[in-house]
């Protein structure tokens, strides 16, 4: 487990601040959430989240992702510039994480900035809902059918104005995407390539999940809850849920960050008390590898640092991810320990300061 923290006098003010910003949140968890679990805007409403990721993304937008002003994202840009490189239609998945932040913190600017990069993406989609010729085409349309389901979710959740506008445009393009993953031709390739990586199937979890809430798709509700029962099959006792038969900080993380946020959509209570229990377990596995400083050990992990991403530079761990998680983790669970370690860990990355 992570080393013990040192309580000093700056460090209890801290802990007081914390406290008494999230204390709404985790007597929320105690009492229970039979009947549901919190919206995603209620996971998102929190002031470390605001502080650490919000408003730093609203203020320096360039800082989270690279875009082009086309609405490219990520490698996407050096696609436009060079098309002979293949394109990935997830690297426009950050759009969703624009528009999440951008209504959180009132900026119109940011919002729009979103849908434009998410424009991009769906301007690429084909007449069968897929994405062409983008590559690994299963898995990347999970990322982005992810993200423009959640963005459209956090939108009605906020009653933002154009909420319901953005719906109507958006529902068919996220339907013919969601579909387009499940026909057989695709949908059996797709798992077959899946299956070294637990975080493959609570991101499927995820994008169905929210995408049945966005569009009230029964089926794909019924498919989400499936790729969740196997996410917890793969879960091992020590709480890896394994990545290549291994442990990888970063992708557990991000698994973790794809199941809660399942979490929040699933209909079903007993696979909610499932995820509930898998979820601790593996935030405990994940809090071993960060120490009292807030640094996060990478060491023997199975993809980080051993993989190339899509840019062809070497994967790095995904902070980010793990913030969320363990943020998300403390409210859902009435885990204090996992928002002391998010803490511990935006400082340490000097993301807050005081």
Excluded at 99 to 120: C, F, H, K, Y
Excluded at 149 to 177: F, I, N, T
Excluded at 328 to 334: D, E, H, P, Q
């Amino acid at each position: 487990m992570s080393s013990p923290i040192a309580f000093t006098p700056q460090r209890h003010a801290r802990a007081a601040r914390v406290c008494i910003g999230t204390m709404f949140c985790w007597t929320l968890a105690v009492q229970g959430l039979s009947a549901a679990e919190p919206t995603l805007v209620m996971l998102d409403r929190d002031p470390l989240l605001d502080r650490a990721i919000f408003q730093r993304m609203a203020s320096h937008p360039d800082h989270h992702i690279r875009f082009a002003e086309s609405g490219a994202a990520s490698s996407n840009v050096d696609w436009e510039k060079n098309p002979d490189k293949p394109w990935y239609i997830e690297a426009q998945r950050y759009g969703g994480d624009l528009v999440e932040a951008g209504l959180l913190t009132n900026n119109p600017r940011l919002v729009d900035l979103g849908w434009t990069i998410i424009d991009w993406g769906f301007a690429r989609q084909a007449s069968d809902g897929g994405f062409g010729d983008t590559g690994d085409p299963f898995h990347s349309t999970s990322f982005f059918v992810e993200a423009t389901a959640r963005a459209l979710l956090v939108a009605r959740q906020l009653s933002a104005p154009d909420a319901e506008a953005r719906a109507e445009h958006y529902g068919p393009k996220l339907a013919a995407a969601a579909r387009w993953m499940r026909e057989p031709r695709v949908i059996d390739r797709g798992l077959k390539n899946n299956r070294p990586y637990a975080h493959r199937r609570w991101l499927l979890a995820a994008a169905w999940g929210e995408a049945a809430g966005v569009l009230h798709d029964a089926a794909l509700d019924e498919a989400a809850e499936q790729q969740a029962r196997d996410g917890l099959a793969l879960q091992q006792g020590d709480g890896v849920n394994p990545e290549k038969d291994g442990f990888d900080v970063s992708y557990q993380a991000v698994g973790l960050l794809m199941a809660e946020r399942y979490l929040t959509v699933c209909n079903d209570a007993r696979l909610r008390a499932s995820i509930r229990k898998m979820l601790s377990k593996g935030l405990d596995c994940e809090l071993e590898k960060i120490d009292a400083s807030g640094a996060i050990d990478s060491a023997g992990s199975t993809r980080v640092n051993s993989e190339t991403g899509r840019s062809g530079a070497a994967k790095t761990v995904d902070h980010k991810a793990i913030v969320f998680s363990l943020i998300y983790g403390a409210k859902l669970l009435n885990r204090p320990d996992c928002y002391v370690a998010a803490e511990r860990v935006t400082r340490n990355l000097r993301w807050i300061k005081d």
